[in-house]
Nanobody, 115 residues
Framework: QVQLVESGGGLAQAGGSLRRSCQAS????????RGWYRQAPGKERELVAT???????IYATSARGRVTISRDNAKNTVYLQMNSLKPEDATVYYC?????????WGQGTQVTVSS
């Protein structure tokens, strides 16, 4: 089993920044992808950014240029730095860890962006 614990800021003003962390524990295998997703009420969960074990990244178009995903493999932690936040960024964010056989999700955290 894999456990993911999210932490970090959840409230910012428009134009501000937030940093989210997601630490994994349990049966973690070295070869896995990590990522951040978000889900608005009534909508499907969508990709924000992903990062491979070797640091390869993919960003959603809406995130590109404002968001940076990074990882510290020694700490089994992935980070999401969000800058220039917009009101439309306010929703629930989830971290994800993908192994060969399963996907694991964090508990989800509400991000609020005040105008």
């Amino acid at each position: 089993q894999v456990q993911l614990v999210e932490s970090g800021g959840g409230l910012a003003q428009a134009g501000g920044s937030l940093r989210r962390s997601c630490q994994a524990s349990g049966s973690i295998f070295s070869a896995n992808g990590r990522g951040w997703y978000r889900q608005a009420p009534g909508k499907e969960r969508e990709l924000v950014a992903t990062i491979t074990t070797f640091g390869g990244t993919i960003y959603a178009t809406s995130a590109r240029g404002r968001v940076t995903i990074s990882r510290d493999n020694a700490k089994n932690t992935v980070y999401l730095q969000m800058n220039s936040l917009k009101p439309e960024d306010a929703t629930v964010y989830y971290c994800k860890l993908a192994t060969t056989n399963n996907d694991y999700w964090g508990q989800g955290t509400q991000v609020t962006v005040s105008s």
